[in-house]
């Protein structure tokens, strides 16, 4: 604006000088004339110079100015990015939970067999039974997918194992309707422990024995009915062979649940499993269909627990393939009580038939008796007895005759839940 105002000064300068000169000329002589005209036309090249020096200035500032405008656009555009992606990365974090939970023990375990003597299963060692890791992200309020690796050490076979436990995605359109697709709990044992709560001491007694799968393959339907909660239902259509066997069958088996709630912590549950366990393909036939009843009545809060639950199997595991049928059944009964804020003293027994028509000699007997001690709020441990006998019948060596196994364990076990 200065470099204009100042050609623009002088190109007045000299517009008024020139027309003074031709207004009022002085009496000079030609030489003195022809000086004044070269002096003028001398100073209106330099104006031209300084005119086209000033509009060159002028298109440089221009092309700065764009220059520095874009220079803050692209600065506006990074800045812009990087709070969307700061908050998309926030809005993930905040919309994933990690969790994970490990059962482990240091015991020593005396296994006698009654014609062998001690087994190589007796001895003192450290197991982590479970290690569950698990990553729950949520899409929306409807929407949202989980996935749980399932880690175990077991020290009397001293081999490690990793599987994926659970990988489903989940959709809740109602508290009374969650669909979950993929591999997740099934109706029965989870819905069990729940009510147990000493999972990581020993599982449930149709878990123990094998004749159910606590997670599988397939589509998961359950809710709660009613604003109270007053019953909850729940049912797995799944491949059979349970979460370390995603492979596909010919058909497939089928879980379901009902549970009724008469009044606050008590539950009374009924369910039942059919299916052939995931061994029916395209060329092989099952000859019989496993089967499963159960039914559990349990009480549980803050300082008592007490249930029992009751199963009926009809061929089950290997014998889906066998010509034989046979039957099972069995129950099991436990109980705790809260002795304090930190100390729980805990019970259970269980009583199995393992074989109604086969060999009605096989049988199992477990119990175990504890003092649980809750270090802090994730963490717990518990000083543990058990004692197993299982019998069965064989024929070598003659004569046949009545085996049993019998295992007393003592340690202390432990879960870490975060």
């Known amino acids: 604006m200065r470099s204009k105002m100042l050609v623009v000064a002088i190109a007045a300068g000299l517009g008024l000088a020139g027309a003074g000169v031709h207004a009022a000329p002085a009496p000079q002589d030609a030489q003195s004339s022809a000086a004044r005209n070269a002096e003028v036309e001398q100073l209106k090249a330099q104006l031209a110079a300084l005119q086209a020096k000033v509009a060159e200035l002028e298109q440089r500032t221009d092309a700065q100015s764009d220059i520095n405008v874009s220079t803050g656009q692209n600065i506006e555009a990074i800045q812009k990015a990087q709070t969307t992606a700061s908050s998309s990365l926030d809005k993930a974090l905040a919309n994933t939970t990690v969790s994970g939970k490990m059962y482990f023990d240091f015991s020593n375990i005396n296994q006698k067999n009654s014609d062998t003597g001690k087994t190589d299963a007796s001895g003192t060692g450290i197991d982590v039974k479970r290690f569950y890791l698990g990553v729950d992200h949520k899409f929306n309020d409807i929407w949202s997918a989980n996935l749980t690796t399932d880690f175990n050490y077991a020290a009397n076979d001293g081999e490690t194992n990793l599987f994926i436990k659970k990988a489903y995605v989940q959709g809740k359109f109602d508290q009374a309707a969650v669909l979950r697709i993929g591999s997740a709990d099934m109706p029965w044992i989870p819905f069990v422990e729940s009510f147990y709560g000493f999972r990581y001491v020993e599982p449930t007694t149709t878990d123990r024995?094998?004749?159910?799968?606590?997670?599988?393959?397939?589509?998961?339907?359950?809710?709660?009915?009613?604003?109270?909660?007053?019953?909850n239902y729940a049912v797995s259509v799944v491949n059979g062979g349970g979460y370390k066997n995603p492979s596909r069958s010919k058909g497939v088996d089928v879980e379901g649940r009902v549970g009724f709630v008469p009044f606050e912590g008590m539950i009374v549950a009924?369910?039942?499993?059919?299916?052939?366990?995931?061994?029916?393909?395209?060329?092989?036939?099952?000859?019989?269909?496993?089967?499963?009843?159960?039914?559990?009545?349990?009480?549980?809060?803050?300082?008592?627990?007490?249930?029992?639950?009751?199963?009926?199997?009809?061929?089950?595991?290997?014998?889906?393939l066998s010509p034989v049928a046979d039957k099972a059944d069995g129950y099991s009964l436990w109980g705790s009580v809260a002795l304090t804020d930190e100390l729980a003293l805990f019970a259970r027994y269980d009583n199995a038939k393992l074989s109604r028509d086969i060999d009605r000699q096989s049988k199992d007997v477990y119990y175990n008796l504890g003092l649980q001690y809750q270090v802090t709020k994730g963490f717990k441990l518990?000083?543990?007895?058990?004692?197993?006998k299982a019998d069965h019948s064989v024929t070598t060596p003659v004569p046949p005759h009545v085996q049993n196994v019998k295992t007393n364990e003592i340690g202390v076990y432990g879960e870490v839940a975060f």
Request: glycine share 14%; hydrophobic share 35%.
């Open 382 to 388: 518990a000083g543990v007895w058990k004692h197993e």
């Open 209 to 231: 024995l094998k004749y159910a799968n606590s997670a599988d393959w397939g589509l998961h339907l359950g809710g709660d009915i009613g604003e109270s909660k007053y019953a």
């Open 270 to 320: 009924v369910g039942g499993y059919s299916g052939h366990l995931g061994k029916e393909t395209q060329n092989i036939s099952a000859p019989h269909t496993a089967q499963r009843g159960d039914v559990m009545v349990a009480y549980a809060d803050k300082t008592v627990r007490v249930g029992a639950e009751y199963f009926t199997a009809k061929d089950w595991g290997s014998l889906v």
